[in-house]
């Protein structure tokens, strides 16, 4: 689903990522971990193309870019649409129903109708638990439920592949669990996802593969027990050792 070569992003002088490669199959987890700024973040918002790589290749199951090249506004849109992303802090219009805000990317982006959009959006708000908030705004819904109206709004434009950048963390602890269920219920209907948490329980029990970041490198990567129960690099030991 996902092939990623030689992956490099600066910014300025400083070197984010520092080439890597990573290859995501169809309907697999991937979990990423690792300190505050080692990556992970720049990571995903290359997969989004929110940053455009400086160095490396990306195949997004059969749409290929290779930033070496100069690449033109059309070909940044096409990978694009191949990617739902959920961020730490919602992001929803304030001004704009839970409805609405999930209904905005397939009819403003994709050009669909409204009445086209409007059934799958109400499906989505089901989906995540919502059908009857679909008339709330922002500031009605706690949130762990603008969350759920995120990632639904992400799933309306029927991405490939959904990315999550710690969704969780902006959350009260009670309210973690709605938005994990919700995520674990996408990975069980087999949907091919790429995480950002720092969700040890969720990554242990949800992820195909976890892969371990800092200084824009991956350090170690491998299943759940793997890296959770013998991991082979000292620095991946200190790290487990001040969360766990």
Do not use: W
């Amino acid at each position: 689903m996902i092939s990623i070569k030689g992956l490099k992003k600066r910014f300025g002088e400083l070197e984010v990522l520092k080439g890597f490669d990573v290859e995501v199959g169809k309907g697999q987890v991937i979990v990423l971990i690792g300190p505050s700024g080692s990556g992970k973040t720049t990571f995903l918002r290359c997969l989004n193309l929110l940053e455009v790589p400086d160095e490396g290749k990306l195949n997004i199951s059969g749409t290929k870019m290779d930033f070496n090249k100069k690449l033109t506004k059309k070909e940044l849109l096409e990978m694009r649409r191949k990617t739902g992303m959920v961020f730490q802090n919602y992001n929803l219009f304030p001004h704009r129903t839970a409805l609405e805000n999930v209904m905005e990317g397939p009819v403003i982006v994709q050009g669909k109708s409204k009445e086209e959009v409007r059934k799958r959006a109400v499906s989505l708000l089901e989906k995540v638990g919502l059908g009857d908030k679909i008339d709330y705004y922002p500031y009605q819904l706690s949130g762990g439920q603008q969350q759920r109206v995120g990632i639904a709004r992400a799933l309306a434009i029927d991405p490939e592949v959904m990315l999550f950048d710690e969704p969780t963390s902006a959350l009260d602890p009670e309210l973690i669990g709605e938005v994990l269920k919700v995520m674990k219920d996408l990975a069980e209907e087999g949907m091919t996802m790429v995480v950002v948490t720092h969700e040890m329980k969720f990554a242990k029990e949800v992820a195909d593969e976890v892969i371990f970041m800092d200084g824009g490198y991956i350090v170690e990567r491998g299943n759940p027990a793997e890296i959770f129960e013998n991991p082979k690099q000292e620095r991946t030991r200190q790290f487990l050792n001040l969360i766990q």
